[in-house]
C-alpha cells in the first residue's frame, strides 16, 4: 500500500504563496487536486516519474511549479500570486499504472489532503 502524507497548507493573505509537499513511500507520477467546498475536485498539477515533465490546470499556469526530490521520493507544489478562489484543501495522489495522467479516477492513491486557505 502506498502512503502519501502532505504538509505545507496553511493561511495566507491575498497575493501570498503556499509550499505544499508530499512524501511518498515509492516512486511514482504524482498529481496534485484540489476541492474547494460545494465542488468537485479538480485536477492543479501533475509531474512525471522523472520529474523532467509538468503540466498545470489553465488556472495556475505561471502561478504554479511542481517539482520533486527523488531521493526523498517527495513532490513539491509551489504556488504562487494566490486568490482567494484558490482556497481548497488540495490532494497529492499517485498513479501506478499511467505516466502523466491527468484526471483524478486515473491516480490510484491519494493522501489526506491539506487546507490552503487564501484570505482577502
Known amino acids: 500500500q502506498v502512503q502519501l502524507v502532505e504538509s505545507g497548507g496553511g493561511l495566507v493573505q491575498d497575493g501570498g504563496s503556499l509550499r505544499l509537499s508530499c512524501a511518498a513511500s515509492?516512486?511514482?507520477?504524482m498529481g496534485w487536486f484540489r476541492q474547494a467546498p460545494g465542488k468537485d475536485r479538480e485536477f492543479v498539477a501533475v509531474i512525471s516519474w522523472s520529474g523532467v515533465l509538468t503540466d498545470y490546470a489553465d488556472s495556475l499556469k505561471g502561478r504554479a511549479t511542481s517539482s520533486r526530490d527523488s531521493a526523498k521520493n517527495t513532490v513539491y507544489q509551489q504556488m504562487s500570486n494566490l486568490k482567494p478562489e484558490d482556497t481548497a484543501v488540495y490532494y497529492c495522489?499517485?498513479?501506478?499504472?499511467?505516466?502523466?495522467?491527468?484526471?483524478?479516477?486515473?491516480?490510484?492513491?491519494w493522501g489526506q489532503g491539506t487546507q490552503g486557505t487564501v484570505s482577502s
Open positions: 515509492g516512486r511514482y507520477p
Open positions: 495522489a499517485a498513479a501506478a499504472g499511467r505516466a502523466f495522467p491527468n484526471r483524478a479516477y486515473e491516480y490510484d492513491y
